[in-house]
């Protein structure tokens, strides 16, 4: 029988310890850092809660309505809904390594995810991949589970995983062939292709992912039109400086070295494809990083897209890692405690302005002063005046930050397409009434019409934002009397 002081220091519960630890220190942080603009705009899904939206399925915003609608409308608050994502994800992360490779390779596993900026990060700032990446870890826990006892009706659990997945975003669609091969590929997952559980399991992650369906069907499947049509709007010829750019985001949002790693474990878990573990471990992985690969170099694949390559790419390396002899042994160590330094940094750099950091990536300064700037010059307005960001960026922060949070408008007052905007307000609200009108100097070319909706359009002093000494951006600011009415969906 185990002594109490090594059962204290079993692998399940350095976990579990070593997760609870992370989530505390990410909810401490998130409440001293403004909202992003991304953040803001999932915050402004949530307070118009809908079965779902123009840009993602609809899981993120319905967590942070829970979250906020628990604990207030702080910043703290909305970032909850990350902490509460990422603690599923570690749960079933570990639960399915544990499985695979065993418990102390599971941990290694854990602790390399928690270390890198990606997946640290990801427990701090709210956005799609957050329930993305959990029903990822679920699906690929309920596929295993379902292979090693060869029942059923664990598919129907990695069904409900996959259906979790897609109302995170629409990526949670790539499971399902995923899932697929990996029956198809083993012995047992053929036999389980005989029976009704595995169609059982596609139908019910549909019916889960019906609420997108339908609100789609509403509106003209205008997200599924924009999805197509921005990518194809996007593509270019052959593009060597997408495809390094592709690659060079990748290796610096999980760390050069461990990156580096990443890649060299997933390959050698291909290569021992005749291990049902190492097996898994390369369909969870290989497969979209091939797709976001082959896509690189004709179309922008954003960072934080290819990031459910990941997980199953950890539990390989842990598992080689403990294969390793020692000398290797220490040069993982060492890559992973660059990892840790780097993801140290970027958080205090988020919280401390004072710690050099690219101006131009700095998505989080300047938004309360901002505000502040808009409801000073709104001040000076008699009667109800409004605010209008030319992009959902401004517009988000300023509905958050500004005092009540009010509603705010986009530039689809202005005859341009404004995503969600589009749908949620009348411009009537605001036609013959005086307002502050904002353009973020990061996205010019936008509301390039504001003097034929605005008479008389005033300009009032432009506000830098600087970290350090460097320019973060500038906003220009407009004092506007709107005179043009103009429908909500230009």
Avoid at 226 to 242: A, G, H
Wanted: net charge positive.
């Amino acid at each position: 029988m185990p002594s109490p002081a090594s059962a204290w220091r079993s692998p399940e519960r350095l976990a579990l310890l070593l997760v609870a630890a992370s989530i505390a220190l990410h909810v401490a942080l998130a409440g001293l850092v403004s909202l992003s603009p991304q953040e803001a705009y999932y915050w402004q899904f949530a307070r118009h809660p809908d079965l779902s939206y123009f840009d993602h399925p609809p899981l993120a915003a319905w967590t942070i309505h829970l979250t906020t609608a628990l604990f207030g409308q702080g910043e703290r608050a909305v970032r909850l809904a990350a902490a509460l994502h990422g603690g599923l994800f570690a749960l079933f992360f570990f639960l399915a390594g544990r499985r695979l490779f065993g418990s102390r390779a599971a941990l290694w596993a854990m602790v390399a995810a928690l270390a890198t900026p990606l997946f640290a990060l990801g427990q701090t700032v709210i956005t799609p991949d957050g329930p993305l990446l959990a029903g990822w870890a679920a699906t690929f826990y309920f596929t295993v589970r379902a292979l090693d006892e060869e029942r059923g009706a664990w598919l129907l659990a990695a069904g409900a995983a996959v259906g979790f997945a897609t109302l995170g975003k629409y990526t949670g669609w790539l499971l399902a062939p995923q899932v697929f091969l990996a029956l198809l590929l083993d012995a047992r997952g053929r036999r389980l292709l005989l029976s009704p559980w595995p169609y059982l399991a596609l139908l019910l992650a549909l019916a889960l992912f019906t609420p997108v369906l339908v609100w789609n069907s509403r509106h003209g499947w205008i997200s599924f039109a924009y999805q197509v049509n921005w990518r194809s709007n996007t593509s270019s010829p052959f593009s060597l400086r997408r495809l390094g750019s592709f690659l060079g985001l990748q290796a610096l949002a999980v760390t050069p070295v461990l990156w580096g790693a990443l890649c060299c474990a997933a390959v050698a878990a291909a290569r021992r494809w005749r291990d049902p573990g190492y097996l898994m471990a390369a369909l969870f992985s290989l497969p979209l990083f091939a797709m976001s690969l082959a896509a690189s170099p004709f179309v922008w694949v954003k960072g934080n897209w290819a990031a459910p390559v990941y997980p199953t790419a950890y539990l390989a390396a842990a598992a080689l890692f403990l294969e390793a002899p020692r000398a290797r042994r220490r040069l993982a160590i060492a890559s992973l405690a660059t990892a840790v330094a780097g993801s140290v940094y970027v958080h205090l750099a988020m919280a401390l302005p004072a710690l050099p950091f690219p101006a131009k990536e700095d998505v989080t300064s300047g938004w309360k002063e901002l505000a502040a700037r808009v409801q000073a010059e709104r001040d000076k307005i008699p009667g109800p005046s409004f605010a209008l960001g030319c992009t959902y960026k401004p517009a988000s922060e300023l509905a958050y930050y500004l005092p009540g949070r009010p509603e705010t408008y986009g530039q689809n007052a202005m005859r341009e397409a404004a995503q969600q905007y589009d749908y949620w307000y009348d411009d009537g609200g605001i036609l013959g009434r005086e307002g502050i009108v904002v353009l973020d100097g990061r996205e010019w070319k936008n509301c390039l019409r504001r003097a034929e909706f605005c008479k008389p359009l005033e300009e009032l002093e432009p506000l830098t934002v600087r970290r350090g000494k460097r320019v973060v951006t500038t906003f220009r600011i407009w004092r506007c009397r709107y005179v043009n009415m103009v429908g909500a969906n230009p």
